[in-house]
């Protein structure tokens, strides 16, 4: 069986209109994938920085994986929220990014966005917060309704990550 | 010839500096966090830097110039090790206050690696609290500093990033290949089938 290590952290989030930002993240493979070790989801830290320009999470991340096929590589996906002073919390920007097939110390820049409403459902979020979120998670990562969702770009999410392949080269993969 | 059954990773280098633009006169503290399949079979799993005041330049960086030199052992990468740092400055009223923890992997690819961390430090939930805590001295702090190595439970953590570190780690792996992990793409290049495998269906789902 083929073997994948994914051992870094996600470092951050920038491009928001506020920083204030916690993130909450999860993994998704195939059916091929098993998980040996190392947690599948999570929540980071909430950060209130004192410069205003990114939140710092340092959230690590150590999966070890098992797959017996290449087929549904792993992704990770990503829910930015928001948390003002009096601990409400609101949704930036889901997102999603493949883990790198090569091994090797990857910096990944995951681009989000958020799905918007109509135009008085704007000026409801402008005002009292709030807004639309999806009702099922899955579309993070997959294209499958996607045509039917209008959203709003929102900043971006960093990680470094290292991945450690092993039987890959035995199975003839190049990768 | 046998099969080597650990493989070794060692780090050297040194946490080089750090920006914290309000504070001055500090200290790091570091240590390693390792999984249950690691081991450290030489260098020293804590130390303590010098203190140092703040550059006179508009730079305004601490140097430490503090070395950083350990060597791990492990039969499997899950579990690998990262380095806590810690720093520590004097407030106002002298005594030693937590200015910020960070956190990171040792690098998995062999070579010279030079990282930048954020430093944050842990927020008080209330303002009253954090009057208290600034006439103190006595800041919220982790009580095991490796708790910013894990993932669960740092959900219910607020911290405020108030600087970064700077540190360069060179890695050296050994036996890495000849257990059958790649951690560079120039290792997968020349793929081989061995006769096995022609009997087992791969890459199908």
Redesign the interface.
């Known amino acids: 069986m083929a073997e994948v290590h994914v051992i870094g952290q996600i470092v951050g989030a920038s491009g928001f209109p506020k920083h204030s930002l916690f993130c909450k993240w999860g993994v998704h493979c195939g059916g091929a994938w098993k998980i040996l070790s190392g947690l599948r989801e999570g929540q980071t830290q909430v950060d209130n920085p004192e410069s205003e320009d990114a939140a710092y999470f340092a959230h690590p991340i150590d999966i070890h994986f098992a797959t017996k096929g290449i087929q549904g590589w792993p992704r990770l996906h990503f829910q930015i929220w928001h948390q003002d002073s009096f601990g409400r919390n609101e949704l930036y920007g889901y997102g999603f990014v493949h883990i790198p097939t090569s091994p090797g110390t990857h910096e990944i820049d995951c681009n989000t966005w958020r799905p918007i409403g109509s135009f008085m459902e704007s000026v409801s979020q402008f005002f009292l917060g709030g807004g639309p979120h999806l009702k099922n998670p899955d579309l993070i990562y997959s294209g499958a309704d996607r045509y039917r969702l209008q959203t709003v770009a929102m900043g971006t999410v960093h990680l470094r990550l290292g991945i450690i392949l092993r039987n890959f080269d035995k199975f003839g993969i190049e990768c | 010839m046998a099969v080597p059954s650990v493989f070794l990773v060692m780090v050297s280098g040194q946490i080089e500096s750090a920006e914290f633009?309000?504070f001055d006169d500090i200290y790091c503290k570091y240590c390693f966090s390792y999984?249950l399949d690691w081991a450290m079979t030489s260098g020293l799993e804590e130390s303590i830097t010098q203190v140092t005041k703040k550059s006179q330049d508009q730079y305004k960086r601490f140097v430490w110039n503090f070395p950083i030199d350990a060597t791990f052992k492990s039969t499997?990468?899950?579990?690998?090790p990262?380095l806590v740092v810690y720093a520590y400055g004097l407030d106002a009223f002298g005594t030693d206050v937590i200015r910020g923890y960070?956190?990171?992997?040792v690098?998995?690819?062999p070579g010279r690696?030079r990282l930048r961390?954020?430093m944050?430090v842990p927020?008080s939930s209330s303002l009253l609290q954090k009057f208290t805590a600034w006439v103190l001295g006595r800041r919220p702090e982790y009580v095991n500093p490796r708790v910013?190595?894990?993932?669960?439970g740092?959900?219910v953590?607020?911290?405020?990033?108030?600087?970064f570190l700077v540190v360069s780690l060179n890695v050296i792996m050994k036996d890495?290949k000849k257990?059958?992990?790649?951690?560079?793409?120039s290792?997968?290049?020349?793929?081989?089938?061995?006769d096995s495998?022609t009997k087992t269906t791969?890459?199908?789902?």
Do not use: K
């Open positions: 633009p309000e999984g499997s990468p899950a579990g690998w990262q960070g956190v990171c992997h690098p998995v690819t690696h961390i954020p944050f927020e910013v190595a894990q993932g669960e740092r959900e953590t607020r911290v405020r990033t108030q600087g890495m257990l059958g992990y790649d951690v560079l793409p290792d997968v290049q020349n793929p081989t089938i061995p495998v791969v890459g199908a789902s």
